[in-house]
């Protein structure tokens, strides 16, 4: 048996040509045509949101020149489909009036039939970050494949898929940014760098706030990084425990500032509060805040 080679696209491809599987995904030989009654949605289905606009724009295309792209669909019984691929044409199609539309029947399992919807779906453009970071998490948990080999299934490397993982590990607000287009993928793969969720939460505030591009980011990052080595260092080096009432005071005061608050203090009780900024904004705001406290 020859070697497959890596595939454009690979995904669904790769998938169902995979012969050394017990063949549980077999093509049509042609395309049929199916009455959209007859034609449920995936149970599986990773995309969560579909956008009315562009469904409309592709119910139009529809009405114009028909659906271009078969359908991909599993047959539930002889008179049942259920979608494999192709969920957003069908709801064009709906919406464009038609009754019957092209598509590929496959017989599929219900374990083929999630992860190839899964893998069909996370080539998709119009998926958001989030949506696949969660298809790749769904096919390590219900499909049971490892990071390698989903990559392989997915055509991407193993970096990448580890990138979007790590993106479930955000706050929840962070997340949902990432999703309504509030902060791009290299914001969110700074903020991932940190490893405390407050501290993540108030430089997404400041990003949100005052338009902080990717590389401002990343060097915010970089300081909080080196600021809290020094900080570990000039612990380690004094052997100070810092009490745990002056630990909640920072995380009140950073919260308070919304910025990273430096606290220090020596054994005999002496010590310092650093208000850090980094920017001219930010200290009129940080100014403001003291005015307003002492008003």
């Given at each position: 048996?020859?070697?497959?080679?890596?595939?454009?696209g690979?995904?669904?491809?790769?998938?169902i040509?995979?012969?050394?599987?017990i063949?549980r995904?077999?093509?049509?030989a042609?395309?049929?045509?199916?009455?959209?009654?007859?034609?449920?949605?995936?149970?599986?289905?990773?995309?969560?949101?579909?956008?009315?606009?562009?469904?409309?724009?592709?119910?139009?295309?529809?009405?114009?020149?028909?659906?271009?792209?078969?359908?991909?669909?599993?047959?539930?019984?002889?008179?049942?489909y259920?979608?494999?691929?192709?969920?957003?044409?069908?709801?064009?199609?709906?919406l464009?009036?038609?009754?019957?539309?092209?598509?590929?029947?496959?017989?599929?399992?219900?374990?083929?039939?999630?992860?190839?919807?899964?893998?069909?779906?996370?080539?998709?453009?119009?998926?958001?970050?989030?949506?696949?970071?969660?298809s790749?998490?769904r096919?390590?948990?219900?499909?049971?494949?490892?990071?390698?080999?989903m990559?392989?299934?997915?055509?991407k490397?193993?970096?990448?898929?580890?990138?979007?993982?790590?993106?479930?590990?955000?706050?929840?607000?962070?997340?949902?940014g990432?999703?309504?287009?509030?902060?791009?993928?290299?914001?969110?793969?700074a903020?991932?760098?940190?490893?405390?969720?407050?501290?993540?939460?108030m430089?997404?505030?400041?990003?949100?706030?005052?338009?902080?591009?990717?590389?401002?980011?990343?060097?915010v990052?970089?300081?909080?990084?080196?600021e809290?080595?020094?900080?570990?260092?000039?612990?380690?080096?004094?052997?100070?425990?810092?009490?745990?009432?002056?630990?909640?005071l920072?995380?009140?005061?950073?919260?308070?500032?919304?910025?990273?608050?430096q606290?220090?203090?020596?054994?005999?009780?002496?010590?310092?509060?650093?208000?850090?900024?980094?920017?001219d904004?930010?200290?009129?705001?940080?100014?403001a805040?003291?005015?307003?406290?002492?008003?």
């Amino acid at each position: 048996m020859v070697a497959k080679k890596n595939v454009l696209g690979r995904g669904l491809g790769a998938l169902i040509d995979n012969s050394d599987e017990i063949n549980r995904a077999k093509p049509a030989a042609s395309v049929n045509e199916i009455e959209l009654s007859k034609i449920e949605t995936n149970p599986w289905q990773p995309r969560t949101r579909f956008d009315e606009e562009r469904l409309e724009e592709l119910a139009a295309s529809i009405r114009q020149i028909g659906i271009i792209q078969p359908l991909t669909l599993r047959k539930v019984s002889d008179d049942k489909y259920q979608i494999i691929a192709g969920e957003r044409r069908f709801r064009a199609a709906r919406l464009a009036g038609l009754e019957r539309v092209p598509a590929y029947v496959r017989i599929a399992e219900d374990d083929t039939m999630l992860e190839m919807a899964l893998v069909e779906n996370i080539q998709r453009e119009d998926l958001d970050p989030i949506e696949i970071a969660i298809s790749y998490q769904r096919l390590i948990d219900e499909c049971q494949l490892t990071q390698e080999s989903m990559s392989d299934r997915v055509g991407k490397k193993r970096s990448t898929v580890s990138n979007y993982l790590r993106l479930l590990k955000l706050p929840a607000e962070i997340q949902f940014g990432l999703r309504e287009k509030q902060i791009s993928m290299g914001h969110a793969r700074a903020l991932i760098n940190i490893d405390d969720p407050s501290t993540q939460l108030m430089i997404y505030e400041q990003v949100i706030e005052y338009d902080f591009s990717v590389r401002k980011v990343e060097e915010v990052v970089r300081e909080l990084s080196q600021e809290k080595v020094e900080e570990e260092k000039i612990i380690k080096e004094k052997k100070v425990p810092v009490p745990e009432e002056y630990q909640k005071l920072k995380g009140q005061l950073s919260s308070f500032f919304k910025t990273n608050i430096q606290f220090s203090r020596n054994e005999d009780g002496k010590g310092k509060i650093i208000i850090p900024f980094r920017s001219d904004e930010e200290l009129e705001k940080i100014v403001a805040i003291l005015d307003k406290a002492n008003a």
